[in-house]
């Protein structure tokens, strides 16, 4: 037994709800688990009380009992615990506190009271195994996301932890980024580390575990191994389940493939039907509201260029969106795609080259200007709060801008459920609440052009299809949405035209399968196609080699 | 940042004595030799374009000093004040620039501070670029749906829209990074350090020639 947690019930100080609630269940060595569950499910409290910062960081009200290899975590404080399960937080910036990453990965090892020798000795390891060498000397500060994702799991491995848990690590990372997260962890437990990996985006992670737990409301509802508790209804968790497990059950087939080999091995083996498959892609390829391109253009971009600190990051960007379009930005980190998003609400300007949204000359046009046609919705809403209430939260920019209009602020309150929570405080909202204050913040002007910042990042799977509706609605209005994304499922079900961008500059334009198609930019941006493109490929060769006709009904 | 083989605490030592003396300096001979001297240890250290950068801030505090002086006293008060700011900048950005936050951390534990004191000193240091970055992101947040924060009377207005999320989001960051530091083992008795500094003969010729120095200027 490596952690055990009997009847545990906790809520946080000040909350009647209970985080988790009588809570039993037993993570054994060497396991590796996939903790599930819509937002404030009590994951991260898990996580937490696993380690003992609930309840001895978060006070609160704490029952039950949390033994970790033996301990009892209410009778020993955190630094008796740490040694024993480490736990690698959602939030890079936020457990980067030493001036070098040497110094960051040394910190817990002085913590540990080891020798200077030892800790050379196992700062050498982790440096090797997390392929950490080129940075050791670096500031955490100027790492990426994904450096500093790996620099702060780096830290936690050189504690030597039988338990390693991770609170979503998948968030902010890119499709190579999480790639080579997925390649860390199987080293990671191959070393016979127990892993607990809390995450919304179970595809990333799915065929690596042994277990999957779903978490409701803070109480266990399913256990047991990923394909078991995927067969079962899971519609009430909020769950964001794997793309073919989807798709199977979109076309009503009770299997749960995760992989497109697994998937394949399904459709022939229990003769279904490729063919129905075929026919439910393409009925569903047609996206609500594609490119009416004949209404004009909202954005017309020719020969961008931008520089940031003399290293070009826009490298000659030619772009034209129609109205009612929804295009998705996509790319790996740093290859452009926010420095592209900010230009086109004029709060950056080229350095070259001309860029027209709305026939506005960018150049030309104050930020305050084009706010009035350009909505952004940020990825972090908590950037923008700050007012009493949400409704003067929203109305702000409205008012600001002029352009408040009642009639359509209160539709959009009412379409963002927003209504009820109009005289609360946007800061004591949930992350989900908080994210549609701030599209209804974006929206209230109604502009004719709405950027979403990865906005599916750390959502459930209600919140995702809300936003899908949204969307949709959106582009039936005739406003132009853009996606900025790593969400390449979302991103292929629900925009009609994809754009990639590599060091700058853009170079895959078209419909999501054309853009899969193309293997060299998906390859040089960094992208893998979605998995139900990938099926479909892998379907339509088994056709042209004429196997298929074994499986046609 | 650049190495060096002192110990952070007869550097310390040293910036202490160097401050002293410069504030009883009443010449503005005496200051500009050493302003002089401490710019000749600057292109020696190959700082010189770091301490430019430095210059645009406090270039402008000197400035300020200047004219304030000159306006209330006189001309050769307003050098003075200017250079004594000049001086003792550059005496703590040469200090900054040669010791990492974690020897000086360590110096200070050894010479008594409060290990929980001087850890979350050193620690929130590196939380200023992180507070840099998201100011940076709620500057453009608010500008994008109009709020001018960015310059003029109205950006006063508006200034709870810059101060209140980030006030916030500080909150919340120093939270979770509490958190993060005891997951750690931030509060364990009996820490051992990687590097344990270490005073040479030649650290305590520094300390004894400073303080003496610092001692004799007094006095006279």
Same mark, same amino acid.
């Given at each position: 037994?490596?952690?055990?947690?009997?009847?545990?019930?906790?809520?946080?100080?000040?909350?009647?709800?209970?985080?988790?609630?009588?809570?039993?269940?037993?993570?054994?060595?060497?396991?590796?688990?996939?903790?599930?569950?819509?937002?404030?499910?009590?994951?991260?409290?898990?996580?937490?009380?696993?380690?003992?910062?609930?309840?001895?960081?978060?006070?609160?009200?704490?029952?039950?009992?949390?033994?970790?290899?033996?301990?009892?975590?209410?009778?020993?404080?955190?630094?008796?615990?740490?040694?024993?399960?480490?736990?690698?937080?959602?939030?890079?910036?936020?457990?980067?506190?030493?001036?070098?990453?040497?110094? *960051?990965?040394?910190? %817990? @090892? #002085? &913590? /540990?009271?080891?020798? $200077?020798?030892?800790?050379?000795?196992?700062?050498?390891?982790? *440096?090797?195994?997390? %392929? @950490? #060498? &080129? /940075?050791?000397?670096? $500031?955490?500060?100027?790492?990426?996301?994904?450096?500093?994702?790996?620099?702060?799991?780096?830290?936690?491995?050189?504690?030597?932890?039988?338990?390693?848990?991770?609170?979503?690590?998948?968030?902010?990372?890119?499709?190579?980024?999480?790639?080579?997260?997925?390649?860390?962890?199987?080293?990671?437990?191959?070393?016979?580390?127990?892993?607990?990996?809390?995450?919304?985006?179970?595809?990333?992670?799915?065929?690596?575990?042994?277990?999957?737990?779903?978490?409701?409301?803070?109480?266990?509802?399913?256990?047991?191994?990923?394909?078991?508790?995927?067969?079962?209804?899971?519609?009430?968790?909020?769950?964001?389940?794997?793309?073919?497990?989807?798709?199977?059950?979109?076309?009503?087939?009770?299997?749960?493939?995760?992989?497109?080999?697994?998937?394949?091995?399904?459709?022939?083996?229990?003769?279904?039907?490729?063919?129905?498959?075929?026919?439910?892609?393409?009925?569903?390829?047609?996206?609500?509201?594609?490119?009416?391109?004949?209404?004009?253009?909202?954005?017309?971009?020719?020969?961008?260029?931008?520089?940031?600190?003399?290293?070009?990051?826009?490298?000659?960007?030619?772009?034209?969106?129609?109205?009612?379009?929804?295009?998705?930005?996509?790319?790996?980190?740093?290859?452009?795609?926010?420095?592209?998003?900010?230009?086109?609400?004029?709060?950056?300007?080229?350095?070259?080259?001309?860029?027209?949204?709305?026939?506005?000359?960018?150049?030309?046009?104050?930020?305050?200007?084009?706010?009035?046609?350009?909505?952004?919705?940020?990825?972090?809403?908590?950037?923008?709060?700050?007012?009493?209430?949400?409704?003067?939260?929203?109305?702000?920019?409205?008012?600001?801008?002029?352009?408040?209009?009642?009639?359509?602020?209160?539709?959009?309150?009412?379409?963002?459920?927003?209504?009820?929570?109009?005289?609360?405080?946007?800061?004591?909202?949930?992350?989900?609440?908080?994210?549609?204050?701030?599209?209804?913040?974006?929206?209230?002007?109604?502009?004719?052009?709405?950027?979403?910042?990865?906005?599916?990042?750390?959502?459930?799977?209600?919140?995702?299809?809300?936003?899908?509706?949204?969307?949709?609605?959106?582009?039936?209005?005739?406003?132009?949405?853009?996606?900025?994304?790593?969400?390449?499922?979302?991103?292929?079900?629900?925009?009609?035209?994809?754009?990639?961008?590599?060091?700058?500059?853009?170079?895959?334009?078209?419909?999501?399968?054309?853009?899969?198609?193309?293997?060299?930019?998906?390859?040089?941006?960094?992208?893998?196609?979605?998995?139900?493109?990938?099926?479909?490929?892998?379907?339509?060769?088994?056709?042209?080699?004429?196997?298929?006709?074994?499986?046609?009904? | 940042?650049?190495?060096?083989?002192?110990?952070?605490?007869?550097?310390?030592?040293?910036?202490?004595?160097?401050?002293?003396?410069?504030?009883?300096?009443?010449?503005?001979?005496?200051?500009?030799?050493?302003?002089?001297?401490?710019?000749?240890?600057?292109?020696?250290?190959?700082?010189?374009?770091?301490?430019?950068?430095?210059?645009?801030?406090?270039?402008?505090?000197?400035?300020?000093?200047?004219?304030?002086?000159?306006?209330?006293?006189?001309?050769?008060?307003?050098?003075?004040?200017?250079?004594?700011?000049?001086?003792?900048?550059?005496?703590?950005?040469?200090?900054?620039?040669?010791?990492?936050?974690?020897?000086?951390?360590?110096?200070?534990?050894?010479?008594?501070?409060?290990?929980?004191?001087?850890?979350?000193?050193?620690?929130?240091?590196?939380?200023?670029?992180?507070?840099?970055?998201?100011?940076?992101?709620?500057?453009?947040?608010?500008?994008?749906?109009?709020?001018?924060?960015?310059?003029?009377?109205?950006?006063?207005?508006?200034?709870?829209?810059?101060?209140?999320?980030?006030?916030?989001?500080?909150?919340?960051?120093?939270?979770?990074?509490?958190?993060?530091?005891?997951?750690?083992?931030?509060?364990?008795?009996?820490?051992?350090?990687?590097?344990?500094?270490?005073?040479?003969?030649?650290?305590?010729?520094?300390?004894?020639?400073?303080?003496?120095?610092?001692?004799?200027?007094?006095?006279?």
């Amino acid at each position: 037994m490596t952690l055990r947690f009997e009847n545990v019930s906790y809520r946080y100080p000040g909350t009647d709800a209970w985080a988790i609630h009588d809570l039993d269940l037993t993570i054994h060595p060497d396991e590796s688990v996939l903790v599930a569950g819509a937002s404030g499910s009590g994951k991260s409290t898990l996580c937490r009380a696993s380690i003992g910062l609930v309840p001895h960081f978060h006070q609160g009200q704490f029952m039950g009992r949390v033994l970790l290899e033996g301990l009892d975590t209410r009778q020993h404080p955190v630094y008796q615990l740490f040694r024993h399960a480490g736990l690698v937080f959602q939030n890079p910036d936020a457990q980067l506190f030493n001036h070098s990453v040497e110094a *960051e990965l040394a910190y %817990g @090892l #002085e &913590s /540990l009271g080891l020798s $200077s020798f030892d800790i050379e000795e196992r700062l050498a390891r982790v *440096e090797k195994l997390l %392929g @950490l #060498e &080129s /940075l050791i000397k670096r $500031s955490p500060h100027t790492l990426s996301g994904g450096e500093k994702q790996r620099v702060a799991l780096a830290a936690i491995l050189a504690l030597r932890p039988r338990i390693l848990l991770l609170d979503e690590p998948f968030t902010h990372l890119d499709p190579e980024g999480a790639e080579e997260l997925r390649t860390t962890l199987r080293l990671i437990r191959s070393e016979g580390i127990a892993l607990i990996i809390v995450e919304h985006r179970l595809h990333e992670i799915i065929t690596d575990v042994d277990r999957l737990i779903v978490l409701h409301q803070g109480e266990r509802k399913i256990d047991g191994s990923p394909h078991a508790v995927l067969s079962r209804d899971t519609s009430p968790y909020g769950l964001n389940l794997p793309p073919l497990v989807r798709l199977f059950r979109a076309l009503g087939w009770g299997k749960t493939p995760f992989t497109i080999e697994e998937a394949v091995r399904e459709i022939d083996a229990n003769h279904l039907s490729p063919q129905a498959l075929l026919n439910f892609q393409e009925q569903n390829s047609i996206v609500v509201g594609s490119p009416p391109s004949t209404l004009g253009p909202v954005v017309e971009a020719e020969d961008l260029w931008f520089h940031y600190k003399d290293r070009p990051v826009l490298r000659g960007v030619d772009l034209k969106l129609g109205q009612g379009e929804c295009v998705a930005l996509i790319g790996r980190n740093g290859a452009g795609k926010t420095t592209l998003a900010k230009h086109l609400n004029g709060l950056l300007k080229p350095d070259r080259g001309s860029l027209k949204v709305l026939g506005q000359d960018t150049r030309r046009t104050s930020v305050s200007k084009l706010a009035r046609h350009v909505g952004f919705a940020w990825q972090n809403p908590n950037d923008q709060l700050f007012r009493t209430s949400v409704r003067e939260e929203v109305l702000t920019g409205p008012r600001v801008l002029q352009a408040y209009d009642p009639g359509w602020c209160n539709r959009l309150f009412e379409r963002l459920g927003l209504t009820p929570l109009l005289d609360r405080s946007p800061f004591s909202l949930s992350e989900g609440q908080k994210k549609r204050v701030s599209f209804a913040a974006a929206l209230a002007p109604q502009p004719g052009l709405i950027i979403f910042d990865e906005p599916t990042a750390g959502q459930d799977d209600p919140f995702r299809r809300e936003l899908a509706e949204l969307i949709h609605e959106l582009q039936r209005d005739g406003r132009t949405v853009i996606l900025v994304s790593h969400d390449l499922e979302f991103a292929a079900r629900h925009a009609s035209r994809w754009l990639i961008l590599a060091e700058g500059q853009i170079i895959a334009d078209g419909s999501p399968d054309a853009v899969m198609a193309n293997h060299t930019a998906m390859a040089k941006g960094g992208l893998r196609p979605t998995q139900r493109f990938q099926l479909i490929q892998a379907l339509k060769e088994t056709r042209k080699e004429g196997k298929i006709d074994r499986v046609l009904p | 940042m650049i190495g060096s083989s002192l110990d952070p605490r007869s550097k310390l030592i040293a910036l202490l004595a160097a401050t002293c003396i410069l504030m009883t300096f009443h010449g503005w001979l005496e200051l500009a030799i050493a302003f002089g001297i401490l710019i000749m240890v600057i292109l020696l250290l190959r700082l010189g374009l770091a301490w430019l950068g430095l210059l645009k801030g406090l270039g402008f505090a000197a400035f300020t000093f200047f004219i304030i002086a000159g306006l209330a006293f006189d001309l050769v008060t307003a050098i003075m004040a200017a250079l004594r700011l000049l001086t003792i900048g550059t005496a703590f950005f040469l200090f900054f620039q040669t010791t990492s936050p974690e020897a000086l951390s360590n110096a200070l534990i050894k010479m008594g501070a409060p290990y929980p004191f001087v850890f979350v000193l050193t620690a929130s240091m590196q939380f200023v670029h992180v507070l840099i970055r998201r100011v940076i992101s709620i500057r453009d947040a608010q500008r994008a749906r109009g709020i001018p924060v960015e310059s003029g009377l109205r950006a006063f207005r508006y200034f709870p829209a810059l101060a209140g999320p980030l006030l916030i989001q500080a909150f919340h960051l120093a939270d979770e990074l509490a958190e993060a530091m005891e997951a750690r083992g931030f509060g364990v008795p009996g820490r051992r350090f990687r590097y344990e500094p270490l005073l040479t003969l030649f650290d305590w010729a520094i300390i004894v020639v400073s303080a003496g120095a610092a001692v004799i200027v007094i006095l006279i």
